[in-house]
């Protein structure tokens, strides 16, 4: 079973400049995820996807971060326009279920480390 | 904010067993003990969830007190590809809530050959 992918690996942009994520989730997993590390600090959750539904966006920084998911399947996370502070490792995770007792686990993505200059 | 508290790091001969502690003395009854690791440069890897009895997996063994403000996760026989940052998350289990993970800063474990 594929896991979670994501693209690019890395991105380097300069500042003001539009960069879009892409994370695929393992397949029939109707949770989808969005987290990412800034440099120096912990992993902090941004989003929750059910299906093409946003559960939980309290974790987006400001309105230049968009994330999507249509038709419940991918999901893209755009930063437009990229500040400095916006560099790290963006992280995606999908789950089967959410809920009581077990299935309840989060799979991580490799991640994608996107460098604004 | 995380709820947990961890040591910042620990070291481990290998094949002997880890035994990573946790505090979470404000924990509610409704709320999950689980353990995430991040491998370096990798995203984090599940590994193992209890609410109040002790669980086992392939991966490791959690042990949590009966007063459920502590939890030790056991590495039975560590090796060096268990290197990574170990996190304990709480986290409630109700339908409809929020999945939301919030990651401390976690327990770097080394494990020396």
């Known amino acids: 079973e594929a896991g979670v992918t994501q693209f690019p690996s890395h991105s380097v942009i300069e500042k003001g400049q539009t960069v879009t994520l892409r994370c695929d989730p393992i397949?029939?997993?109707?949770?989808l995820y969005w987290y990412r590390r800034v440099m120096g600090k912990e992993i902090k959750f941004l989003l929750h996807f059910v299906k093409e539904s946003k559960q939980d966006e309290s974790g987006m920084p400001n309105n230049r971060f968009l994330a999507e998911r249509t038709g419940g399947t991918y999901s893209t996370l755009k930063v437009q326009p990229a500040e400095l502070e916006d560099s790290g490792v963006y992280f995606c995770?999908?789950?089967?279920?959410?809920?009581?007792?077990?299935?309840?686990?989060?799979?991580f993505g490799p991640g994608t480390r996107l460098t604004v200059l | 904010d995380a709820k947990t508290t961890q040591p910042t790091s620990m070291d481990c001969a290998e094949g002997r067993a880890a035994n990573l502690p946790c505090n979470h003395s404000t924990i509610s009854g409704n709320e999950y003990v689980y353990w995430y690791r991040q491998i370096h440069s990798q995203g984090p890897q599940y590994i193992i969830h209890?609410?109040?009895n002790n669980e086992t997996n392939e991966m490791a063994s959690l042990i949590i007190t009966e007063d459920r403000k502590s939890s030790t996760l056991i590495l039975p026989h560590a090796t060096l590809r268990d290197t990574a940052v170990y996190y304990c998350i709480v986290r409630v289990e109700n339908s409809g809530a929020t999945n939301k993970l919030i990651f401390g800063t976690g327990t770097l474990l080394a494990v020396q050959p």
């Open positions: 209890g609410l109040k």
């Open positions: 995770a999908s789950g089967p279920r959410t809920g009581r007792g077990s299935g309840n686990e989060q799979f």
């Open positions: 397949s029939g997993h109707d949770n």
